[in-house]
């Protein structure tokens, strides 16, 4: 009997368990499925509460909608007001320098006409060459060398890093000054035809120059012009040529020695002391002008200086300061061989 009971309990214990177990599982199955949301007996009412105090309020002022919360505070717009005029205005500080204007720099056109007449050419060249590698850019050397089967001259400007052009002139002359005029005419040739753009300077083998040179030639809007000391090995004396200048303004010019007292101005001045805008020669219309350069018998050299003279307004003289100061001499060593057998002789 006893084992009967015992029997009897222990099946009334597990039936108990399952239904106990049965009605959870039915609580949290239809729980899962309810719909959740703020109406839900499960949300907290004081959670719900804080949600809506950080709620932003939209609140109309005048014609603009400003939005109020309590993390920000936007005063409203008046009317008629800019939306910059809010903000405060940067007050400068009247000890703060202006920052100075950046223009860009004039390219320079450097044009050299070498000859094979001249001794040492090579030396001269890599001097001229040294000075002009510390002109700041944009600068283009155009160098003109007569037709020869040496390979001197390129190998020099191959090394020295600047912008080059090299051309060859095929004409042969017993002249030396003949030549050297006709290389300047094929470099203005070759200005024209690319429609090369930039304030044009020939610099010969021979000369020296101070640095300033290069800064005040870039200043130079439409022609300009400048003083030269000449130097010669074998004369203890120093002749000055170029401009005289009021301020910046050309009122006469000082000139070496006329052989004849008819020879015209353009002929005295030396081309080394003036500068042109390279558009004279490619857009001679952009300078109230009708004549090309073509019909000046392919000499613009002498074209150029035309033009230069016939309109001095344009004329600018440099350094500003009354051209008082040389930035540029030219050393005369055509003479150094006729001096070096000289000296040989005494020597000897």
């Not at 004081?46 to 400003?66: C, I, K, Y």
């Not at 950046?102 to 070498?114: A, G, H």
């Not at 052989?259 to 042109?276: G, V």
Request: aromatic share 8%; net charge positive.
């Amino acid at each position: 009997m006893a084992s009967v009971e015992r029997s009897k309990k222990k099946s009334q214990i597990w039936k108990k368990g399952m239904i106990h177990f049965s009605v959870c599982f039915a609580m949290g199955f239809f729980t899962g499925l309810a719909p959740t949301g703020k109406s839900s007996t499960f949300s907290s009412p004081s959670l719900a509460t804080s949600n809506r105090e950080f709620a932003p309020q939209p609140m109309p002022v005048g014609h603009q909608t400003v939005i109020n919360a309590n993390t920000s505070s936007i005063a409203p717009e008046k009317e008629g007001q800019p939306m910059m005029s809010r903000f405060p205005k940067h007050k400068k500080n009247p000890r703060e320098k202006p920052e100075p204007e950046l223009r860009p720099r004039k390219p320079v056109i450097i044009v050299t006409p070498t000859s094979n007449k001249l001794r040492f050419q090579g030396v001269y060249l890599g001097k001229l060459a040294n000075t002009i590698k510390l002109v700041p850019p944009p600068l283009l050397w155009i160098v003109v060398e007569p037709q020869t089967e040496s390979t001197e001259l390129p190998e020099i400007l191959r090394t020295t890093g600047i912008m080059y052009r090299h051309l060859v002139s095929k004409e042969n002359f017993t002249d030396l000054e003949a030549e050297l005029n006709h290389q300047r005419n094929l470099a203005l040739k070759h200005i024209e035809h690319h429609r090369l753009s930039g304030i044009v300077h020939f610099a010969g083998l021979s000369n020296v120059y101070d640095l300033e040179f290069f800064h005040q030639l870039r200043d130079i809007e439409v022609f300009g012009t400048w003083p030269m000391a000449m130097l010669r090995a074998n004369r203890k004396k120093v002749k000055m040529e170029g401009p005289v200048c009021n301020s910046s303004q050309v009122i006469g010019w000082h000139l070496r020695k006329r052989n004849n007292e008819t020879d015209m101005l353009s002929s005295q001045i030396r081309i080394s002391s003036l500068a042109f805008n390279s558009s004279i020669l490619w857009d001679p219309e952009r300078w109230g002008r009708d004549s090309p350069v073509q019909d000046t018998s392919q000499n613009s050299i002498k074209f150029v200086k035309q033009v230069i003279l016939e309109d001095e307004s344009k004329l600018k003289g440099i350094p500003a300061d009354d051209c008082s100061k040389i930035l540029l001499w030219r050393f005369n060593f055509h003479t150094q061989p006729t001096l070096k057998r000289q000296v040989l002789r005494i020597s000897l």
